[in-house]
């Protein structure tokens, strides 16, 4: 081959050789900039993940204050049960002596009348 043949052929390999590394370059940006969006949405992916753990635990202690609010009722409501039924004994115990009261009147009539 003739010297200006191989110049001509070793000036189209580095062409080849530029173009490539260009290529390169471009490909490496991509793949940059790819990493880029992936960490953005690691990052945000990590701030909700920050932010449903919070939520969950909101939520626990929300369901512990209402169980023992749910304890605290249930003992209210006995604590309301047991007044109702000594109320309604105290009741009854009226009820009978009023009747004594009446039948002691109603004897009493009944003596006076025989008089």
């Known amino acids: 081959k003739s010297l200006t043949q191989n110049e ?16 390169l370059r471009q490909e490496k940006e991509t793949l940059n900039k790819n990493l880029d969006e992936l960490n953005d949405a690691i990052e945000t992916s990590k701030v909700k993940n920050d932010e449903l753990t919070k939520s969950c635990e909101d939520l626990k202690n929300l369901k512990q204050t209402m169980e023992e609010k749910q304890a605290e009722q249930a003992e209210s409501i006995q604590q309301l049960k047991e007044a109702l039924a000594k109320a309604n004994d105290q009741v009854q115990e009226q009820s009978k002596t009023i009747d004594d009261q009446q039948k002691a009147i109603d004897d009493q009539k009944a003596t006076n009348t025989s008089l």
């Open 8 to 23: 001509s052929d070793i000036s189209q390999e580095l062409k080849k050789l530029n173009d490539a590394i260009e290529t």
